[in-house]
């Protein structure tokens, strides 16, 4: 069996989870954050080097506040509670996404977590917060901008990888399978570039309900496809 080396995934479903049951959006949330921790315990056993969660996107910000409030909330929590878990299991916690927008408490949460993390080995977990692919692309474009006015770069030498190692991601390998969940089949702005050659798997099964089942069945599906990267031969992108 091929392991992918990344796998993203599109947390989605809370809500719905929650309405067809009666309870309010934030019991679905509370169950999603059950689920992530599934995730990350199988993406471990199955031997997955690179996780990613998209937790809380750009949009999300639109939200109403009570909503939001609330899953800061559970993010506080998690990261209080659930950090020393985690650095026991061998995990490295990385945050990616605008952090200008998060409350000073939780970037701080962040800090620490991150640096409690950063030289665990089992499996690198990316937890992507208040994130957008376009907004990550346009970060990186005018990072870039400011180097080349500052005669840093030269601007003809700005090829993918360079560019790639500007994006909140520059330090890890695109995902060779994204997955997203609750049965939509779009990406929302989503590692847009990171996901140019990834399989996308799809799957009804609402975020809270997430399995160790459902992660099985998507490296199934991730076995069964022929990567060729517009080639005509099996290939894999090495990390």
């Known amino acids: 069996?091929?392991?992918?080396?990344?796998?993203?995934?599109?947390m989605d479903g809370n809500g719905r989870w929650a309405t067809g049951r009666g309870l309010s959006r934030i019991e679905g949330h509370r169950k999603g954050a059950i689920a992530a921790?599934?995730?990350?315990?199988?993406?471990?056993?199955?031997?997955?080097?690179?996780?990613?969660l998209f937790g809380f996107s750009s949009e999300n910000w639109n939200r109403p506040i009570g909503?939001?409030?609330?899953?800061?909330?559970?993010?506080?929590?998690?990261?209080?509670?659930e950090i020393n878990e985690l650095h026991k299991r061998g995990v490295r916690l990385l945050v990616i996404g605008d952090k200008t927008r998060l409350?000073?408490?939780?970037?701080?949460?962040?800090?620490?977590?991150?640096?409690?993390?950063?030289?665990?080995?089992?499996?690198?977990?990316?937890?992507?917060?208040?994130?957008?692919?376009?907004?990550d692309i346009l970060f990186a474009a005018k990072e870039l901008a400011r180097q080349a006015k500052a005669c840093a770069i030269d601007p003809e030498k700005i090829d993918e990888d360079v560019f790639s190692r500007h994006l909140m991601t520059?330090?890890?390998?695109?995902?060779?399978?994204?997955?997203?969940?609750?049965?939509?089949?779009?990406?929302?702005?989503?590692m847009i570039w990171q996901l140019a050659y990834a399989e996308l798997y799809f799957t009804e099964t609402l975020w809270p309900?997430?399995?160790r089942l459902d992660?099985?069945?998507?490296?199934?599906?991730?076995?069964?496809r022929d990567r060729r990267y517009g080639g005509v031969s099996q290939i894999r992108r090495q990390t």
Do not use: C
Not at 5 to 10: G, K, L, M, R
Not at 71 to 78: C, D, F, I, V
Not at 174 to 190: A, H, K, Q, V
């Open 170 to 190: 520059g330090s890890i390998p695109y995902p060779d399978l994204m997955i997203r969940t609750s049965g939509e089949s779009r990406i929302s702005n989503f």
């Open 1 to 10: 069996m091929n392991v992918p080396v990344h796998v993203a995934i599109i």
């Open 209 to 211: 309900d997430f399995s």
């Open 37 to 52: 921790r599934v995730a990350v315990e199988s993406a471990i056993d199955i031997g997955i080097p690179y996780l990613t």
């Open 215 to 224: 992660m099985d069945d998507a490296i199934t599906f991730f076995n069964s």
């Open 103 to 135: 409350s000073q408490d939780i970037v701080q949460l962040i800090e620490n977590a991150e640096k409690l993390t950063e030289s665990n080995g089992k499996i690198t977990v990316v937890l992507a917060l208040s994130y957008g692919g376009q907004q």
């Open 67 to 81: 909503e939001i409030d609330d899953l800061m909330g559970l993010l506080r929590h998690y990261l209080k509670k």
